[in-house]
Each structure stands twice: as C-alpha cells, then as structure tokens.
C-alpha cells in the first residue's frame, strides 16, 4: 500500500513540475510514464483520468499552502513580516524560471474541469483570507500602513507576486520578481 502512495506522490511531483513548466495541457500520461519511468496504465490506476490528476494536484497544493501559512503564523509574530515569508513562498518557483502550480492553471482555466476550477478558486480564496487577515491586523497594530479596504489590499498583494512570477519567468530575470516584492513591503511601511 506505502508503494503506491510512493508511486502517486512520484506522479504527482512530476505532473506538479510539468504544469510549472509547460502548462496543464501541455503534457500526456506519456510524458509523466516516460519521466517518472513506469507505463501509463500505473499512472491512470491512481489517477483515472487527467481531471482527477488536476484535482488532486491542486488539493495537494492548496494543502501545503495551508500549511505553510499556519507556520507563517506559528512562527511570526509581526505582520509585515508574515508578509515577507509569504513572499517566500512565492519565491521558491522563480528560483527554477518557473511559476507556481495555481498561477500556471489559472493561464489555463477555460480548459480546465469544473472540479480543478473550483479546487483553484478554493486555493486563491484561502490565500485572499489570510492575506486580508494579515493586512487588516497589521494596520491596526500599526505595522502596516495603506489606503482602502484589506480585501483589495489583499488582492493587489497576491496578483502583483504572480504577475512577478510571470515576469521572471518570461525575462529569465528573477531580480524583477525581487524588485515587485520590495516594492510590495516598501508600500506597506
């Protein structure tokens, strides 16, 4: 039974990656067998079809962004700096010219099943909350200063780190991702 998880993990990182890198439509139970080194028919037994693979990416995904946050949270008193180690998060990716797993989908989402589509909007809406939470509880204790509403905040805040996701990646230059993110901390001061 573990060697199956193993397996479906294997898949799932190899899938993960591929998204990064060439989008969701991009790749085949062909591509993942030829990489990870196993027929196609392994892949389809733990992921029936490309819909249940794009859904179980995204739940998996969005399950390390909770956790990841809840550490944020754990280990980080000071909103601002809740901010910069989000911001970290966003960094991993550009290290690689790569984008994260929700920003790729989201480039594909009229294509994508309702399901994966949902499990996204999931991912972005989990991410928005804690980013106005953080917002919100930093103006009021005075760690953080804008104008407006934190929901728009917020908002401004996720879209500008993937937009230097997208940057990076596309000028092969992760010092733009670097400058968007200062100049993100920088406003809030």
Known sequence: MSNHKNTAEIILDTAQYMVQ?????GFSYAHIAEKVGIRTASIHYHFPNKEDLGEALITRY???SMSAIA???IETQNNLEKLRK???IFDGPVQDYCTCLSVMLSTELATLSAKV???LAQFFTTNLTWLERILDQGRREGHINFEGAAD???????????GAQ????SFRD?????VIADGLIAGLK
């Open 21 to 25: 890198e060439v989008g969701f439509n």
């Open 62 to 64: 969005h399950k390390h």
């Open 71 to 73: 550490q944020i949270d």
């Open 86 to 88: 989000f911001i970290l």
């Open 117 to 119: 589509r949902d499990r």
């Open 152 to 162: 728009v905040q917020a908002h401004k805040f996720l879209a500008s780190l993937q």
């Open 166 to 169: 997208l940057l990076a990646r």
């Open 174 to 178: 992760k010092s733009r991702f670097e």
